[in-house]
Antibody
């Protein structure tokens, strides 16, 4: 079955960087677009970024553009999110999620990981 | 950017009741809308896609309708497992979630 497992959670000081990873199994990772979605404590879902099946197209929410970078390594079945210049408001659970399509446009997010908590605090 | 607004924010209902949640888009999104259910501490679960298509394995008491800017999610007869938070999401232009509707037991 489809499994997505995030890692890289932790407490980070404002202004610092962190890389989140997601390891996929149970499906042909290289055939699907992937997303990162976050959820601040007690708040709703916020889409963060998406990447096409081959990594050639990447999309970002305005709130993270220029600070976050999504990437993937299909040889390792891995998805990454490099988060730089962290702010207190970036504190959230970060979910890795699969898109039903190859391209990351008009895609349906169908499977989610359990999430990784990132806390930005001094 | 497309904004998604759900109503109500909180809904209290009895087991067995029929409930409807509304989602409005700030501009037309055709039928590019999904609904998710999220239980506390869990990942979201896809219920409905393309406004009215039921995801495989999701009980038929869940249904979606609408197009353009106005959409609804209906649960025909609430079961104890259904008390959770529900989110709509547009995927016409990038991706935007509604703020969520918390469904509580009355």
């Amino acid at each position: 079955q489809v499994q997505l497992v995030e890692s890289g959670r932790g407490v980070v000081q404002p202004g610092r960087s962190l890389r989140l990873s997601c390891t996929a199994s149970g499906f042909t990772f290289s055939s699907y677009a992937m997303h990162w979605v976050r959820q601040a404590p007690g708040k709703g879902l916020e889409w963060v970024a998406a990447i096409s099946y081959d990594g050639s197209n990447k999309y970002y929410a305005d709130s993270v553009k220029g600070r976050f970078t999504i990437s993937r390594d299909n040889s390792k079945n891995a998805l990454y999110l490099q988060v730089n210049s962290l702010r207190v408001e970036d504190t959230a659970v970060y979910f890795c999620a699969r898109d039903r399509k190859q391209l990351a446009t008009r895609g349906i997010i169908d499977y989610w990981g359990l999430g990784a908590l990132v806390t930005v605090s001094s | 950017d497309i904004q998604m607004t759900q109503s109500p924010s909180t809904l209290s209902a009895f087991v067995g009741a029929r409930v409807t949640i509304t989602c409005r888009a700030s501009q037309s999104i055709s039928s590019w809308l999904a609904w998710y259910q999220q239980r506390p501490g869990k990942a979201p679960k896809l219920l409905i896609y393309k406004a009215s298509s039921l995801e495989s394995g999701v009980p038929s008491r869940f249904s979606g309708s609408g197009s353009g800017t106005e959409f609804t999610l209906t649960i025909s007869s609430l079961q104890p497992d259904d008390f959770a938070t529900y989110y709509c999401q547009q995927y016409n232009s990038l991706y935007t979630f509604g703020q969520g509707t918390k469904l509580e037991i009355k």
